[in-house]
T-cell receptor, first 115, second 110 residues
Framework: GAGVSQSPSNKVTEKGKDVELRCDPI?????LYWYRQRLGQGLEFLIY????????KSGLPSDRFSAERTGESVSTLTIQRTQQEDSAVYLC?????????????FGPGTRLTVT | GQSLEQPSEVTAVEGAIVQINCTYQ??????LSWYQQHDGGAPTFLSY????GLEETGRFSSFLSRSDSYGYLLLQELQMKDSASYFC???????????FGAGTRLFVKA
């Protein structure tokens, strides 16, 4: 079946503009994760959804970041008033369940460049 | 705080065995996972340890010792295609967070 998809694959935006990143998880996966990966670095946890509920938003870097999820499907990550330090690859992953051996399936990511 | 430490780089010869270590300062997690990421690609799941001991999946094995706050990934019969970054991660932190290490870049030489 289809894997996790993300769009756009690349986004170049000017500082101060808002951007919206989209993630389509694997059908039936209740858990969805957003991560940020700066060049040559590890994955930074941003937010987790169980269904359409996000029990902990403390990983979001600032109040310019927000995310939502519709049911157990599409999720969007919105960054308002983008800054150059927001430049990174934003990865989405989904999992059939939380905790345990929650093998996460990653999408190809959105490479965001803020000029 | 919660953190995982991995070596930044490891170099090994094709056909050899290599061990990538991961030490952590995290409590209350479900298990330790390992992911592989090729340049420009997405991370892919390799293995998971919920309990102490060794888990084997083909050429890859992973080990966890909660008492030592330590785990490792063992790659056997190295192939050139194994050249990639390898990340350890603890899952279920606080119930649902996954915390990743900074990654170990593995170079496999002929």
């Amino acid at each position: 079946g289809a894997g996790v998809s993300q769009s756009p694959s690349n986004k170049v935006t000017e500082k101060g503009k808002d951007v919206e990143l989209r993630c389509d998880p694997i059908s039936g996966h209740t858990a969805l994760y957003w991560y940020r990966q700066r060049l040559g670095q590890g994955l930074e946890f941003l937010i987790y959804f169980q269904g359409n509920s996000a029990p902990d938003k403390s990983g979001l870097p600032s109040d310019r970041f927000s995310a939502e999820r519709t049911g157990e499907s599409v999720s969007t990550l919105t960054i308002q008033r983008t800054q150059q330090e927001d430049s990174a690859v934003y990865l989405c992953a989904s999992s059939i369940r939380t905790g345990g051996a929650n093998e996460q399936y990653f999408g190809p990511g959105t490479r965001l460049t803020v000029t | 705080g919660q953190s995982l430490e991995q070596p930044s780089e490891v170099t090994a010869v094709e056909g050899a065995i290599v061990q990538i270590n991961c030490t952590y300062q995290t409590s209350g997690f479900y298990g330790l996972s390992w992911y592989q990421q090729h340049d420009g690609g997405a991370p892919t799941f390799l293995s998971y340890n919920a309990l102490d001991g060794l888990e084997e999946t083909g050429r890859f094995s992973s080990f966890l010792s909660r008492s030592d706050s330590y785990g490792y990934l063992l790659l056997q019969e190295l192939q050139m295609k194994d050249s990639a970054s390898y990340f350890c991660a603890v899952s279920g932190v606080g119930g649902f967070k996954t915390i990743f290490g900074a990654g170990t870049r593995l170079f496999v030489k002929a």
